[in-house]
């Protein structure tokens, strides 16, 4: 009996190291978003080389927000979906730049069908981490909204005058989902702590 308290112990306090860091990850990543996304509306129109860096800079810091997130989970926990997003973001950032050498439309559909794919494993990783961790739904409909909005950004990527900006919302709906799932994190915490 002693023995099964203990591990249930020590499976809810690695439950709240696991939350805190992705807590700070999600924070970080709205920060990010937020970061980006006034650099597009206040640079990316006037200056095309800034418009071509942003484009870039977005998927591959997916890339570098993954690893974190890789980290943030205990050793035992299941990272294919992560190095799944890992793989497509590092193709999807080679394939936005050379996109780009063709056109913005280019870039945009290269852009929606990353948006699609990694909207589809942030739903499947946030419908897993449910199970172990509370918080998780504003994740679940970020996965979902990705993947419309990737439809979307596709639909519209050869309509005259779009450019970068178009891609505001995208990264301004992402800041809050993160945003929001910190909170919820949070109060996981804030109640672990009060039960434990």
Same mark, same amino acid.
């Given at each position: 009996?002693?023995?099964?308290?203990?591990?249930?112990?020590?499976?809810?306090?690695?439950?709240?190291?696991?939350?805190?860091?992705?807590? +700070?990850?999600?924070?970080?990543? @709205?920060?990010?978003?937020? !970061?980006?996304?006034? %650099? $597009?509306?206040?640079? &990316?129109?006037?200056?095309?080389?800034?418009?071509?860096?942003?484009?870039?800079?977005?998927p591959a810091w997916d890339v570098i927000a993954t690893?974190?997130?890789?980290?943030?989970?205990?050793?035992?926990?299941?990272?294919?979906?992560q190095y799944v997003n890992i793989a497509i973001g590092?193709?999807? +950032?080679?394939?936005?730049?050379? @996109?780009?050498?063709?056109? !913005?439309?280019?870039? %945009? $559909?290269?852009?929606? &069908?990353?948006?699609?794919l990694t909207g589809l494993i942030q739903l499947i990783?946030?419908?897993?981490?449910?199970?172990?961790?509370?918080?998780?739904?504003?994740?679940?409909?970020?996965?979902?909204?990705?993947?419309?909005?990737?439809?979307?950004?596709?639909?519209?990527?050869?309509?005259?005058? +779009?450019?970068?900006?178009?891609? @505001?919302?995208?990264?301004?709906?992402?800041?809050?989902?993160?945003?929001?799932? &910190?909170?919820?994190?949070?109060?996981?915490?804030?109640?672990?702590?009060?039960?434990?």
């Open positions: 009996m002693k023995s099964s308290n203990t591990s249930a112990i020590a499976f809810s306090s690695e439950a709240v190291e696991t939350a805190k860091s992705l807590r +700070t990850l999600y924070f970080t990543r @709205a920060a990010f978003s937020i !970061i980006w996304i006034l %650099l $597009v509306t206040t640079l &990316a129109g006037t200056n095309a080389v800034v418009a071509m860096v942003l484009f870039i800079i977005y690893f974190f997130d890789i980290k943030s989970n205990p050793p035992y926990a299941n990272k294919t979906p590092i193709t999807t +950032t080679i394939a936005v730049y050379i @996109a780009l050498q063709k056109g !913005i439309a280019e870039a %945009l $559909v290269v852009f929606s &069908a990353w948006a699609i990783l946030g419908l897993h981490r449910r199970k172990q961790l509370d918080g998780q739904w504003p994740m679940i409909i970020s996965g979902g909204q990705s993947m419309l909005a990737g439809v979307s950004i596709f639909l519209k990527a050869h309509t005259p005058g +779009t450019g970068v900006n178009t891609l @505001a919302g995208y990264a301004a709906f992402g800041a809050f989902y993160f945003l929001l799932a &910190a909170y919820r994190l949070s109060k996981t915490i804030k109640h672990a702590a009060v039960t434990v």
